[in-house]
């Protein structure tokens, strides 16, 4: 085939769009669903971009009120591929990528082997949650990921993290009754700046009202030190040993794509922003090893609008590369 593409979120199904329109013979390999890292977003969540920043095409999702939730983006992705019948093999996960751009890559799934002239990552960056590294982690009440609050009613809950998700997570989980502590860096508290990865202000207004309602509360901490069956014991920004009751602890932290299989193939990589991301073309975005390119949230552009809009570049620039070599 003329093209495989690994990942169908908002840059693999834009990947296969491109590709269809240019007439490559393409696939997407998914392990999970279609917009995977959507669905693992909490249930209900109002989405921190308008319209016109994830939709696939100009004026095509049309949200209830002025942002769409999870479960309207949701939607619209997965009848964007429907609409277009787009080759896409979801539950499918790729375990190795071989080969070269001579001899073609060899790209080995949990269910097949298939041989493309090129190959594109256009993974998530949500494959490897952050870890605290602390005694206790292991316990089964600690979780990476946040998808709905209602199984906490009236529990302990501790959040630990300074970003929006976390801030969601707090919010959510007190809102729906359960007794919740943030535990957060006062840097990350105090910092306004919406460059510098701040809280959304409508996060924030409400989650400073269930704190003046006396339903939230934000410790200020400089680390976890242990997490127990039924408490957690911190260190707080003065120094002082703090123990918490706790009967639940959702550690969010951040998380990182995984590189493993670009490397393994070579591919150079570089800091972020954020997290270690490929070195790429800025304008291609082929990677140092010729025929793999990447495109998505674990690049330099990790914008949803620009994981749509960069594979409308490449994709005709890659079916270019291939038509010239068949010629």
């Known amino acids: 085939m003329d ?95 071989s080969g070269n751009l001579d001899d073609g890559f060899v790209v080995k799934t949990d269910r097949a082997e298939y041989k493309a002239a090129r190959v594109l990552f256009a993974m998530g960056a949500m494959e490897h949650p952050r870890h605290l590294n602390v005694p206790g982690e292991d316990l089964p009440k600690v979780h990476h990921l946040f998808v709905e609050p209602y199984a906490y009613v009236r529990k302990n809950a501790l959040v630990v993290g300074g970003g929006n998700s976390a801030a969601e997570a707090a919010l959510f989980l007190s809102e729906e009754g359960a007794r919740t502590t943030m535990a957060i ?8 700046d919406p460059k510098a990865g701040a809280m959304k202000h409508w996060v924030r207004t409400p989650l400073e009202a269930e704190i003046k309602a006396g339903r939230l509360k934000v410790v200020l901490y400089k680390h976890v030190d242990e997490i127990t069956e039924d408490q957690v014991r911190l260190t707080t920004e003065t120094g002082e040993s703090l123990t918490v009751a706790n009967d639940v602890v959702f550690v969010l932290v951040g998380s990182d794509a995984d590189l493993t299989l670009l490397k393994k193939l070579g591919v150079k990589t570089e800091p972020g922003k954020l997290t270690e991301v490929p070195v790429y073309d800025p304008e291609t975005f082929e990677t140092n090893v010729p025929g793999i390119y990447v495109a998505g949230h674990f690049t330099h552009a990790r914008h949803i609008k620009a994981a749509i809009d960069v594979p409308r570049q490449i994709v005709p620039l890659i079916a270019k590369q291939i038509e010239s070599c068949k010629s």
């Open 3 to 97: 093209l495989l593409i690994i990942g169908a979120g908002p840059a693999g199904l834009s990947a296969a769009e491109a590709a269809a329109r240019e007439n490559l013979d393409y696939l997407v390999i998914e392990k999970g669903t279609i917009a995977n890292t959507i669905r693992q977003y909490p249930v209900g969540r109002t989405m921190f971009s308008t319209p016109n920043e994830v939709e696939m095409h100009e004026g095509t999702l049309k949200p209830v009120r002025e942002k769409p939730t999870r479960e309207e983006l949701l939607s619209h992705y997965i009848r964007f591929a429907l609409k277009l019948d787009l080759k896409i093999n979801t539950d499918e996960k790729v375990i190795d990528v």
């Open 185 to 192: 860096w006062r840097e990350d508290w105090e910092n306004r």
